[in-house]
DNA sequence: ATGAAAGCGCTAACAA
DNA sequence: TTGTTAGCGCTTTCAT
């Protein structure tokens, strides 16, 4: 067995200095097109693999950008996810992904646990954070992006919308449609605050309109999804029997509420309208389809990933801390009038 | 601007060597607890930040476990993926993630590029590989597991089902029912591979009882969701008006299904039966219940870990490549007799 | 339990 | 365009 061949072991067998191969590799590096040629069938030959960790040191670039978001298993974030890292691929950028299960400890310990790898950027889901993990991300001398929220005091750079305003444009068109008894299906306070901007949106609106505030379900721990949607429902009926309208904390929940519904022989929207919230797929295609919120996950990916590109490029002029604020829009679908 | 604390650094405030530093930040080296204490709370006056990449060239461990899987946004490999995660976090062990949109010839690029950060192993999903793609791995030192599927030539190591077998589940129980005129609402044959499998199953089950096989509905590329579901069903109704029963090569294709179905008020399961794949929370949320395949997505994912955590720390015998083969398991629901 | 010396494989910086 | 030298920050190895 013969120990991995290295750059020194291309640089023999090619015939050139090892710093040539280097060179070979990256592909904006000036090399003669037959050297890099020559270069390269030595490496095949050999089977060489470029060690990203002797070149992280050296250059002191991981080529990594770190990314936290509350879990893998939610299409949302996946989406967010997913359009970031086409656009960071194209700088040669690959994400270290951790999710926190909905827990800003966890996210603390991720935190410490990625800083170890010298990200070149850090992206963050949410604007609520430990103090220690915001102690450890002031020390940071990288990019810090926080996504899916507008925090009032950032970090640094964000990309987000407001939760709560979103949710006050929803509940505004259900009292246009004449509903007064409205009601949230949500999570517990503690853990998924995106969820919890939007329970505190919801009442501010309906207090806006002078409409009673007290029909608020809260389902459990995140993450909130469809069993706790049908529970909630199951609960709110018993509460609150003559409620009108029903705002869901995301479309999974609310496809669980409307799914109770239909268990329970109670008509959508005839009976009760049903609200969600991240244009998930299931609000397109349940039968009725769902009312809810498009929060345009991908786009906030996008614009991260173009947001991180442009900054760790530098060739703009120095620029301070970066807002980009998405609109989310109101999709009217059957489930409400 | 100071430049970045490092081990010397530290070494230096604590009055000791820069090795006792190092062994200080492994839990499990012998060191004095005052020594320990007072090396650590040097770190921290300082804002030490470990160097994993300095580390991992030193002592030829990266801390990485590669993993390759077709999709971010599927629900069945985030939980795989979750799972494994959890096991090999207590390893010390992180996931480098990695997600191929379905293509072999982007998992191939995505073996080389994860290949370079020295991976102390590798998980794959199936087992249909570019050549080349064997070849890197053929090459590489560090275990490889094959998962979610039965390779019949695999690389070295597999925790996986058979997709066909489970699928003639599935059929044999439809058929007990009395069913004839069965369908499979799938994708096109070039992508997802496993639902290919399934596709296969689902035709040598049908021959097997002696039945048309002629119902098959190809709906585009793969990730084949909801929508495609939809289409599927529309096309199937128009060209198969009488089929019984529809199989689906997941459960977001069965629900697509059912709920065109819903819109054309067509009942199920009286006037058909559909069932899917994959048990995603929606099967069992949908109203009516979906019959479905259980994989054990979790439990690939636990299983893979565990198999990956034994043979790292190498204390067992000297053993070959593993098999363990998960049973997947009928769930029969309400839109099914 | 702690320390000293050497070097992992690459690339920055400079030279030719 | 190519080569030479030095060293990134850690841990292996051996010594005490």
Redesign the interface.
């Known amino acids: 067995m013969t120990r991995?061949a290295t750059m020194k072991d291309v640089a023999r067998a090619a015939g050139v200095a090892p710093m040539t191969v280097s060179r070979a590799f990256k592909s904006n590096a000036s090399v003669n097109a037959e050297t890099r040629a020559k270069v390269m069938e030595a490496a095949e030959a050999l089977?060489y693999?470029?060690?990203?960790?002797?070149s992280?040191?050296r250059s002191r670039k991981?080529g990594f950008v770190a990314a936290i978001i509350p879990s893998?298993?939610n299409?949302n974030f996946?989406?967010t996810?997913?359009a970031m890292s086409k656009v960071l691929e194209r700088e040669g950028l690959?994400?270290?992904?951790g999710?926190t299960s909905y827990s800003i400890e966890e996210e603390e310990r991720l935190i410490e646990?990625l800083?170890?790898?010298?990200p070149e950027a850090i992206v963050l889901t949410g604007g609520h954070h430990t103090e220690r993990a915001r102690k450890l991300l002031d020390?940071a001398?990288v990019p810090i992006v926080e996504t899916w929220d507008l925090p009032e005091h950032p970090i640094e750079h964000v990309v987000g919308f407001s939760n709560s305003k979103a949710m006050k444009g929803l509940v505004d068109h259900l009292v246009d449609k004449g509903f007064t008894k409205i009601a949230f299906l949500g999570g517990d306070a503690s853990a998924d605050l995106r969820g919890q901007a939007r329970l505190i949106g919801f009442i501010e609106a309906l207090e806006q309109h002078g409409l009673d505030t007290s029909r608020l379900i809260a389902a459990g721990p995140a993450p909130v999804?469809?069993?706790e949607g049908?529970l909630a429902m199951e609960h709110l009926l018993k509460a609150y029997p003559d409620t009108e309208a029903v705002v869901c904390v995301s479309d999974?929940t609310a496809?669980?509420a409307l799914?109770e519904c239909?268990?329970r022989g109670i008509r959508v929207p005839e009976d009760i309208s049903i609200a969600g919230f991240g244009a998930y797929?299931?609000s397109?295609?349940?039968?009725p389809t769902i009312t809810t919120i498009e929060a345009f996950s991908a786009e906030i990916g996008r614009k991260t990933g173009q947001m991180i590109a442009r900054l760790l490029r530098g060739d703009d002029p120095p620029e301070g801390p970066q807002c980009e604020e998405i609109s989310p829009q109101l999709v009217v679908r059957q489930s409400t009038p």
Chains 1, 2 share one sequence.
């Open positions: 991995k089977g693999v470029f060690d990203s960790a002797a992280n040191l991981s893998l298993n299409a996946a989406d996810i997913g690959q994400i270290l992904l999710y646990k800083l170890r790898r010298s020390k001398t999804a469809m069993r049908a999974l496809f669980g799914t239909q268990r797929d299931i397109a295609f349940a039968h």
